[in-house]
């Protein structure tokens, strides 16, 4: 039972372009959406997070779009590089409880 | 910097063999959190502790697979009678409770059973 659906599974972008990756959750107890890089062979490492009270967070190139009503947030990369190329995950949870992950989105940006 | 310490990284084992992984979380870190990822997925939760307690189990978690958390240090993960199936990498996961939710990963144990 999948509860946070992650697409696409795969994006191309090129150096300097933008990456938009999409979620969505069933599950309204969610208070807590993070979203994680993951390199190969590495375990997955915290890029950013947000809470439903705010509509969106910046962290430098990285962006997290929240919109509470239609149950969806999106992580945007701006100015994309060749080392940005990885797998980003999207996850949820509730309270403080276990994370619920996407199923990744590979991306690869092109030089 | 200690961050979360997974060992071995890599284990190949024989089918209905056993095996065992051990998690060194951040210190003082007081939840400890197994996961399982296999190639193209997400990862997936198994069981997680709040000190030696085991709070909460998976239905992934089968009874050929254990975990412990004696005096809520380190975590062991054992798997019974392994089968292709559980050829996965096995993440360990640790947090710190009423620092916000960041869940720091460690890099991860390797399982192949041929």
């Known amino acids: 039972q999948q509860q946070v659906k992650q697409s696409p599974q795969s994006l191309i972008v090129q150096k300097g372009g933008i990456s938009i990756i999409n979620c969505a959750y069933e599950?309204?107890?969610?208070?807590?959406f993070p979203w994680y890089q993951q390199f190969p062979g590495k375990g997955p490492a915290l890029l950013i997070a947000?809470?439903?009270?705010?509509s969106e967070k910046k962290e430098g190139r990285f962006t997290i779009s929240f919109n509470k009503s239609a149950k969806q947030f999106s992580l945007h990369i701006m100015d994309s590089q060749p080392g940005d190329s990885a797998t980003y995950f999207c996850?949820?949870?509730?309270?403080?409880?276990?994370?619920?992950f996407g199923a990744g989105t590979i991306l690869r940006v092109k030089s | 910097d200690t961050g979360v310490s997974q060992n071995p990284r890599h284990k190949i084992t024989k089918r209905g063999q056993n095996v065992t992984f051990r998690c060194d979380p951040i210190?003082?870190?007081?939840?400890l959190y197994w996961y399982r990822q296999t190639l193209g997925q997400g990862p997936e939760f198994l069981t997680y502790?709040?000190?030696?307690?085991?709070?909460?189990k998976s239905r992934l978690l089968s009874d050929r697979f254990s975990a412990e958390r004696p005096k809520g240090s380190f975590s062991t993960l054992e798997i019974q009678r392994t089968e292709q199936g559980d050829s996965a990498m096995y993440l360990c996961?640790?947090?710190?409770?009423?620092?916000?939710?960041?869940?720091?990963f460690g890099e991860g144990s390797w399982l192949t059973v041929v």
């Open positions: 996961a640790s947090r710190l409770d009423f620092s916000g939710n960041t869940i720091y």
């Open positions: 599950n309204t107890a969610f208070d807590y």
């Open positions: 947000i809470r439903p009270d705010v």
């Open positions: 996850a949820a949870s509730s309270y403080g409880n276990k994370l619920v």
């Open positions: 210190s003082e870190h007081n939840r």
């Open positions: 502790f709040q000190n030696e307690a085991q709070l909460e």
